[in-house]
């Protein structure tokens, strides 16, 4: 009898567990993103300055104001943030922090937003680069951000050491986001995709997709690809845009096919652009001079998107 009771009330503790685990699930990711940053040290005479502190989509606005907004689009869901202080140089420190997003996509959008043709990139996580005052990278849905303070420059090895230790606590993840796949043609600059979670070039009917340059017998062109959910949802931007064209320019060109819609036209704020949606992709040239270059990306990129399964 005295068995029983005892198996039953270790069953009630262990039940009173599991309910306040699954009742308060945010606590125990915040703990999980907190043991992300070193606890004590990452390198020597390097030591934290006090705990990490945790920020959430309520709070984000106390350490990141001005900047937090670009966040919240790409499913920003929690902040850990921490700073470690040189011991042989009390007012040198490094401020790290590590976002936590909604997907790897996601922490990719927000880096890319920070990442320039000119970095010096390392090989840290899915992709990262440094320069003597900071060092950022993505890895799984992590985005993290490695500055200095204090200062205005740092060895770079320092910003590694630290970008390492964070890196080693953080979800193997896979490398790029996959969705990146479909830039892949001869033509793209490496380096140069951006995807943005909201208002591609800056218009509200483009929700979200990604962007990059290309280069082609010295011409300059921009390439997109915006992924819908559906044909029928692809079909939807493509009318959106080409009524906004309609109604802003002159000269437009339309081919009609109910499975490829394609549109060519000088956009007010772009120049020459080559637009076409293909299944549930709207694929595109912005920036075109030359006509017959752009068709041939979009071949290309229609070619890269026909292997998607879904498309």
């Known amino acids: 009898m005295h068995d029983n009771s005892h198996t039953r009330s270790s069953f009630l503790f262990i039940f009173f567990i599991l309910i306040m685990a699954v009742s308060n699930p945010v606590r125990a990711a915040d703990l999980s993103i907190k043991d992300v940053l070193p606890g004590k040290s990452f390198a020597q005479d390097w030591v934290i300055e006090e705990k990490a502190k945790l920020y959430d989509k309520d709070t984000l606005f106390d350490h990141i104001d001005g900047e937090a907004e670009l966040y919240f689009p790409y499913g920003f869901d929690a902040l850990a943030t921490a700073s470690y ?18 997907s790897v996509l996601d922490a990719f959008g927000i880096y890319s937003n920070y990442r ?64 990146l796949e479909v830039m892949k043609i001869p033509a ?23 962007i990059a340059d ?29 009524s906004y064209l309609k109604a802003e320019t002159q000269g437009i060109q339309i081919t009609e096919n109910p499975a490829r819609m394609r549109v060519i036209a000088v956009d007010p704020l772009y120049g020459g652009v080559l637009v076409e949606q293909s299944g549930r992709y709207i694929i595109g040239a912005v920036r075109v001079k030359n006509t017959s270059v752009a068709k041939q990306l979009i071949e290309q990129l229609r070619g890269r998107i026909s292997a998607d399964a879904g498309s």
Do not use: H
Request: net charge positive; charged share 20%; proline share 5%.
């Open 85 to 102: 202080v040189n011991k042989q140089n009390p007012d040198l420190s490094i401020v790290a922090d590590v976002y936590r997003m909604a």
């Open 214 to 242: 290309a280069i082609v017998k010295d011409e300059k062109i921009q390439i997109i690809v915006i992924r819908e959910d559906t044909p029928a949802a692809a079909r939807k931007t493509f009318d959106q845009y080409y």
């Open 116 to 179: 320039k043709a000119n970095n010096l990139w390392v090989t840290i996580g899915a992709e990262g680069f440094v320069s003597s005052s900071q060092l950022m990278f993505y890895q799984d849905r992590y985005f993290v951000r490695l500055q200095i303070s204090g200062a205005t420059s740092l060895p770079k090895d320092t910003f590694l050491a630290c970008a390492r230790a964070i890196s080693g606590n953080l979800p193997a993840g896979s490398g790029p986001p996959k969705e």
């Open 188 to 210: 793209l600059v490496p380096k140069s995709e951006r995807y943005l979670a909201q208002s591609l070039l800056g218009y509200v009917f483009f929700r979200r997709g990604i």
